[in-house]
């Protein structure tokens, strides 16, 4: 298949790269001066749409994506598909897949879970919303780049699925450092406070899988520095989103409201930025009640 490539970043560029290998004819774009192994480079992402059976993207944010979206819909053939697999905002998934369908072009929304590490090794998860037909074209791609795809709907609802997902593990993880500070205070054992929580009704994989208590628990950024990982200020990125959604869809979120307000905090005057979202724990460990 003749597939374009545009936004080449930490995720971007892996992703294009496993086409590739997969023996896919890959031409790409992006605004930074990059190379993948095995993928042709266009001048422009129009270029790289042009001709394609399918364009992929995965691009920063929602602005950015409506102006790509602009620029590759006119040159891509009607039948053609577009999957976007960045995270943006509901509402802009759903308006440049409005536009797609006008062009008779075939949109799928698809962002991912899996991070960097899923994108070197085609392990991605992605959540889908499209229409049947477009997400069954999609489908052969999405085995090469990931290990699931999950169909969540028409478009738009792979972002919900997304941000409702991440919306859950920022206030998951900002419950499991918050009460690990609390045992601190209480006097009780890191370890026996995993053995037990871990093992009972407060388990959840912020604990299990990834703990944010160095030398506790399974292998995680807690036992590397907390270099992420998951980055926090990717984690306000998402949380931001689902407030936005909730905002324009009028849902009560209010564990999801406060934890934006707390990661907002972390990443923008306490030397959270380019630390794991799990160093939240450190952050509560150095405060008090007031
Ligand atoms: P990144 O910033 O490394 O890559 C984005 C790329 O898009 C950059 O190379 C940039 O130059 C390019 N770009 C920007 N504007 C462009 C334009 N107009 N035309 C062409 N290229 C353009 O970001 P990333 O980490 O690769 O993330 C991409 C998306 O995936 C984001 O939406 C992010 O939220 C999501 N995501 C990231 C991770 C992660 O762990 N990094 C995990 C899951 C989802």
Redesign the pocket.
């Known amino acids: 298949m003749k597939i374009g490539f ?7 560029n892996p992703m294009a790269a496993n086409l590739a290998k997969a023996g896919h004819d890959v031409v790409g ?4 001066d ?1 190379s993948v192994p095995g993928v042709t480079m266009a001048n422009s ?1 129009a270029e790289a749409a042009t001709g394609a059976d399918i364009v992929v993207t ?4 929602g602005q ?1 994506l409506r ?2 979206a602009g620029e590759i819909i006119p040159a891509m053939s009607a039948g053609s598909v577009w999957i976007d ?4 905002d509901v509402d802009s998934a759903r308006a440049v897949a409005d536009q797609a369908k006008d062009a008779g072009v075939m949109a799928v929304d698809a ?6 590490g899923g994108a070197a090794a085609g392990t991605l998860t992605f959540m889908a919303g499209g229409s049947d037909a477009a997400f069954e074209k999609a489908a052969p791609l999405f085995e090469i780049m990931g290990q699931k795809a999950v169909h969540c709907g028409e478009s738009g609802a792979g972002q919900a699925a997304k941000i409702c997902n991440n919306m859950i593990l920022g206030v998951t993880m900002i419950a499991t450092c918050e009460a690990f500070a609390l045992a601190d205070k209480l006097g009780l054992d890191r370890q026996k406070m995993f053995d037990v929580v871990s093992t009972s009704s407060g388990y959840s994989w912020t604990m299990n899988a990834y703990c944010p208590a160095p030398g506790v628990g399974p292998s995680s950024p807690a036992d590397n520095d907390y270099q992420p990982g ?1 980055a926090a200020e ?1 984690m306000l ?2 949380l931001r989103l689902s407030q936005q959604a909730a905002e324009s869809s009028d849902a009560d979120t209010p564990m999801g409201q406060v934890a934006t307000a707390l990661y907002e905090q972390f990443v923008e005057s306490e030397n959270g930025l380019g630390k794991d979202f799990s160093a939240m724990l450190p952050r509560f460990e150095q405060r008090g009640r007031s």
């Open positions: 545009i936004g080449l970043g930490n995720m971007g774009f992006d605004m930074a990059v992402g995965m691009l920063p944010n950015i102006a790509v697999c960045s995270t943006v962002p991912v879970s899996g991070g960097i998951f990717l990125k998402d």
